[in-house]
Nanobody, 125 residues
Framework: QVRLAESGGGAVQAGGSLRLSCVVS????????LAWFRQAPGKEREGVAV????????WYGPPAQGRFNIALDTARNTLYLQMNNLKPEDTAIYYC??????????????????WGQGTQVTVSS
């Protein structure tokens, strides 16, 4: 069992930055991928960024490329998402997820078994 707890959401103006955190506890050695997803009202859940827990490889969804950075602090068992140059369309609930994944589908939500409760990010224009 893996438990995930996000924090760091809030309200920010366009162009600002936020850093989300996700503390990973429980069977922390079992997932081989940690990810951030987001879901805006009326929209499907969208993959934002993924990091392999072994090797540290990263992948980003199109909205995140060039603006967001995913990182993992293994000493603190904490996943981060640094979000820069935020836009109103980034407004969503952001979720941390963990899973044991193969080589494909890293940004597909149905590949992940464990989810946090989510943290709200609101970007105003």
């Amino acid at each position: 069992q893996v438990r995930l707890a996000e924090s760091g959401g809030g309200a920010v103006q366009a162009g600002g930055s936020l850093r989300l955190s996700c503390v990973v506890s429980g069977s922390t050695s079992s997932p081989n991928a940690l990810a951030w997803f987001r879901q805006a009202p009326g929209k499907e859940r969208e993959g934002v960024a993924v990091i392999r827990t072994y090797g540290g490889g990263t992948w980003y969804g199109p909205p995140a490329q060039g603006r967001f950075n995913i990182a993992l602090d293994t000493a603190r068992n904490t996943l981060y998402l640094q979000m820069n140059n935020l836009k109103p369309e980034d407004t969503a609930i952001y979720y941390c997820a963990a899973g044991l994944l193969g080589d494909s589908g890293l940004l597909l939500s149905d590949q992940y078994n464990y989810w946090g409760q989510g943290t709200q990010v609101t970007v105003s224009s």
